[in-house]
């Protein structure tokens, strides 16, 4: 005995196309993993871009250079003057015993910020001596042979007189400077000031001494 089964009919249209959906989301998914795995947010490499260091600025600007021919004129000396130079009168000491020989000098400081220039020769240096009101000495009166060193004075930097000046104690002037006989400044303790001058810049203070 046999069982006859009816024709198998055609499922609703509605069926296909769900099934149809269902297989378009699950391939649409897995193509969404893959990208996902593939292509991050943010890279197009795969790899993080990293970040720019706070400190780095976006565009860089050169650092300011010098040239050759600003540094050469930034380090040409200037002339020196009573603004950027000291001088000093000086002694070789403070009290002469009857028959020693006082020893002036002098001595020129750069107190600038810039090397400087001066013409340290003797035609340039005045060394004067004085007593009260009186002017008993000065160096030019009798000067032999001056001459002329043109100088740069680094900045910090000193410059001193040599040799020292030996003064004989005398009186200086002009028309006496041949004779043997010149006429002797008093001693006994007599105190006496000296000043000096280089290129017309007179020294501040004095070099006090005392003659015995």
Known sequence: MSTNQGPRGRLPRSVYIKRRLWVLAGLIAVIAIIVLLIWRPGSSSGAEKPKQNAAQSETSTPAPTTSAAEKEASDEPVACTKDNVEV?????????????????????????????????????????????????????????????????????????????????????????????????VPADGASYHLTTSIAGIESKDTAQFALY
Do not use: H
């Not at 750069?110 to 220039?117: H, L, P």
């Not at 240096?125 to 009166?141: C, E, L, M, N, P």
């Open 88 to 184: 000093v009168a000086k002694t070789d000491k403070t009290t002469y015993a009857s028959g020693e020989l006082p020893k002036l000098s002098l001595t020129i400081t750069n107190t600038g910020d810039a090397a400087c220039t001066i013409d340290a020769g003797t035609s340039q240096q005045v060394f004067t001596i004085t007593s009260g009101d009186d002017t008993y000495w000065t160096s030019t009166d009798c000067q032999v042979e001056p001459t002329n060193a043109e100088t740069t004075i680094k900045p910090g930097k000193s410059l001193t007189s040599e040799p020292a000046i030996e003064w004989d104690r005398t009186r200086s002037n002009p028309d006496t400077c041949d004779s043997d006989e010149r006429e002797p």
